[in-house]
């Protein structure tokens, strides 16, 4: 018997006539309710995040300076600051990203309750290694990417695609439990909040 | 001894980290004699109740998650045979590979082939508890493949050749200036001038790891959440180390408790609402990683999974203490155990420490060999009303004590009581001798002296309430 057959079998033996509960009970909000901005906002702040609202992306990016700035491929063209070094990401080596001033991406989809931002790997997003060794990350979010809650994020995503979920900088609860910022991750995080349709 | 194929079995003996060097009481002795731990833990499970009792208030709705988190792993346990198998097929058709290990000495050699096929001679890991339960890196350290822990409590604990304590926060026993000691005496090429703010440790951390990750091309990491209807694993993290593993090597192996799965992905809205306001006390926690075998072009290009019973089977086969298994290892449990709290992780001599750990490892390893843990508690039920997921910790370890192997002398009594109270006659006479104690005074004699001696002896009443209705 291999140890799939085993442990399958011993799974049966375990429940014997054990029947699943009838039904589950989703009575908990579903998030349906459109996305406070606001929220969005206060709640990216409370984790550290920087957040620029209605502003124009490429010239706070420049005024960020980051050096090189890696960008994704399918990222918007308009977004690109004039007088920054840009490196397109078309299989930059680790060293190269991990030695980068930042990384400019786009988002899929945004929770205002818990101040998250959720890319999934698609154009303007690009690979997951390129938000992540860079020390500072920006990140820019349209107003119809937003959603109130988790249920409603859940929704919007497709499980197929390589998904991260970042509710503000690197951070550590591992000295006295308290949280603080800056561990192997970005470091900065700047959410660029496009309120306007693009 | 014969072991009958099919049958649900505890861990084996010999291997792993579920069973302590000694019981409960004698290391709770040791460990309550330490004031800076008890400071350390006061000091930590304090600030995370705080944490987590704000941003829980936050949600309206924190009951309804509950009961759908908990009706949810009812659920999954009671079809676990088809959901592993829908789990299976979905990984493997995104181009994963599933192996299944019945128990700890099985994982371990399924994880350092799998490394030794790679010919690589590091791995870095993320934190998990699977892998701490089977200990995986004494496993591979004996085959000459070096693991590195890089989160940070986890690294704290290596570095400091210690064991964990607790298990979101493995290095809960030691403060700031402790973490700075460990760092200056164990980091190589640490700067002599570190400080002990938190900041500065972290970023001493960040130093240290950094070469490491981007050079090491095997990882290895726990799940908190696989979803059978569409094969995602979901780690969820804090700092970063977590994606360094899931993201930057070309192989990546995954060892998860065949428990640890939810049916659909719409599930995950429960969970991914549970775990950080009931874990680390935040909203949400910095990073979460999720991912569906294989994506070409973007992280690991080998990835394998291995499920691992260990016991949790046994634990499954108990009407009363499976719900054990639907642990989604937040450790709200420990963090408001008055237990927990004075006497710290160690004292409990497994990976699960707290109340959970008093329910779970002693149904992983056979309750003959935890037998003192279903009485680490005062039964006081905080970690019932803390559980994000319901589980009646409480009944289990009552149900526990039951199981765990009684004194002869203790059996004696309690089936001389037990006649006694079937019999009214008997119950009488014994009523009425009760009384003659008054006279006794407040201390029991030996073999009894034990209970009195940390105890007062209630006074008998002067009339029993057979006596005093008879009158009536």
Not at chain 2, 96 to 112: F, K, L, P, S, Y
Not at chain 2, 237 to 249: I, K, V
Not at chain 2, 266 to 280: G, Y
Not at chain 2, 367 to 378: K, R
Request: aromatic share 4%; proline share 8%; glycine share 8%.
């Amino acid at each position: 018997m291999n140890s799939r057959e085993l442990i399958l079998g011993r799974i049966r033996a375990a429940l014997g006539d054990t029947a699943p509960p009838a039904e589950i009970p989703r009575d908990y909000r579903r998030g349906d309710e459109p996305a406070d901005l606001d929220r969005l906002v206060e709640r990216l702040e409370d984790y550290k995040a920087v957040v620029h609202r209605g502003v124009p992306v490429a010239e706070t990016v420049a005024a960020l300076a980051p050096a090189p700035l890696i960008v994704p491929p399918g990222i918007d063209p308009d977004w690109l600051p004039v007088g920054v070094d840009v490196l397109r990401d078309e299989g930059l080596s680790a060293g190269t990203l991990a030695g980068a001033g930042g990384v400019l991406t786009a988002a899929t989809v945004a929770v205002a309750e818990t101040g998250t931002i959720v890319l999934d790997g698609s154009p303007g997003q690009g690979r997951r290694i390129i938000s992540l060794l860079p020390d500072l990350h920006i990140c820019v979010v349209r107003a119809d990417q937003v959603v109130a809650s988790v249920p409603a994020a859940l929704a919007r995503l497709d499980p197929r695609r390589p998904l991260t979920w970042i509710s503000g900088p690197s951070a550590t609860s591992d000295i006295e439990l308290n949280r603080v910022e800056g561990v192997h991750g970005p470091r900065r995080l700047h959410v660029i909040l496009l309120e306007a349709p693009s | 001894m014969t072991t009958f194929l099919g049958m649900p079995t505890t861990s084996p003996r010999g291997v792993g980290h579920l069973r302590g060097d000694e019981a409960f009481p004698a290391a709770a002795r040791k460990a309550l004699g330490n004031a800076q731990l008890r400071r350390n833990l006061g000091h930590a499970t304090t600030t995370i109740r705080a944490k987590s009792g704000a941003v829980i208030a936050e949600l309206p709705d924190w009951q309804e998650l509950r009961t759908a988190g908990s009706a949810l792993k009812t659920d999954t346990m009671a079809r676990l045979p088809e959901l592993l198998a829908q789990l299976e097929e979905n990984v493997t058709a995104a181009g994963g590979v599933v192996h299944w290990a019945a128990d700890a000495n099985e994982a371990n050699r399924i994880v350092t082939e799998l490394v030794q096929a790679t010919g690589e001679t590091r791995v870095i890991k993320v934190k998990s508890m699977a892998t701490q339960e089977i200990a995986l890196n004494e496993a591979l350290e004996a085959a000459g493949i070096e693991p590195v822990e890089t989160d940070l409590a986890e690294l704290i604990v290596q570095l400091g050749h210690d064991k964990p304590s607790h298990i979101l926060v493995p290095a809960i026993h030691r403060n700031r200036a402790e973490i700075r000691e460990i760092f200056l005496r164990e980091m190589p090429g640490v700067d002599p001038a570190l400080t002990d703010e938190p900041v500065i440790l972290a970023g001493a951390a960040r130093r240290y790891l950094r070469e490491t990750f981007l050079s090491t091309k095997v990882a290895v990491s726990g799940a908190n959440f696989a979803v059978a209807e569409t094969g995602t694993l979901a780690v969820l993290e804090s700092e970063g180390n977590g994606r360094m593993c899931l993201t930057l090597p070309e192989t990546l192996i995954t060892v998860m408790g065949i428990e640890k799965l939810v049916p659909t992905w719409q599930d995950l809205e429960v969970f991914l609402q549970l775990l950080p306001r009931a874990s680390t006390g935040e909203r949400m926690n910095p990073y979460t990683s999720m991912w569906t075998g294989v994506t070409p072009g973007d992280g690991p290009q080998n990835f394998h999974l291995v499920l691992l019973d260990n016991g949790r089977t046994a634990v499954l086969a108990d009407e009363v203490g499976r719900q054990a298994l639907h642990c989604i290892r937040c450790s709200a449990c420990l963090n408001v155990c008055p237990v927990y709290e004075r006497t710290g992780g160690h004292a409990y001599g497994s990976v699960y420490p707290g109340p959970i750990g008093a329910v779970l490892s002693p149904q992983l390893t056979g309750v003959e060999d935890n037998a003192s843990l279903p009485y680490a508690s005062s039964l006081c039920g905080a970690c019932f009303d803390a559980c994000p997921v319901k589980i009646d910790i409480p009944s289990i370890l009552v149900h526990l004590r039951n199981e765990a192997p009684h004194p002869r002398g203790e059996r004696a009594a309690m089936h001389a009581a037990a006649y006694t109270m079937d019999h009214p006659r008997l119950y009488a006479a014994a009523q009425h001798a009760a009384k003659l104690s008054r006279l006794a005074g407040r201390r029991l004699p030996p073999p009894l002296s034990g209970w009195t001696a940390s105890r007062d002896l209630p006074d008998p009443p002067p009339e029993t309430f057979r006596d005093w209705w008879a009158k009536r």
